[in-house]
């Protein structure tokens, strides 16, 4: 099971063109744990373009209606 309610944020804003960005989090091709490496290539690669990137991992309890909102991409696994 995942949570679906990220990436279909991100689908709306790549369909709806709002912000001259790179959307990375979609339903046709969500950002999960098993592709953050290839993602943080390709992240790497467009340095110059802004971009949108919103995951689909499920989240605690405490966190159920809240956006968190960064200027940096990172998890556990980068931030060492």
Do not use: H
């Not at 944020?9 to 999960?32: C, H, K, M, Q, R």
């Amino acid at each position: 099971k995942g949570d679906s309610l990220g990436p279909m944020l991100g689908s709306f804003f790549e369909n709806n063109n709002l912000y001259d960005a790179i959307v990375i989090g979609t339903t046709n091709n969500p950002l999960s744990y098993n592709k953050l490496e290839q993602m943080k290539n390709y992240i790497d690669s467009n340095k110059l373009k802004k971009k949108i990137i919103i995951d689909s991992a499920l989240g605690n309890s405490m966190s159920i209606g809240k956006i968190y909102i960064s200027k940096k991409f990172y998890s556990g696994r980068w931030s060492k």
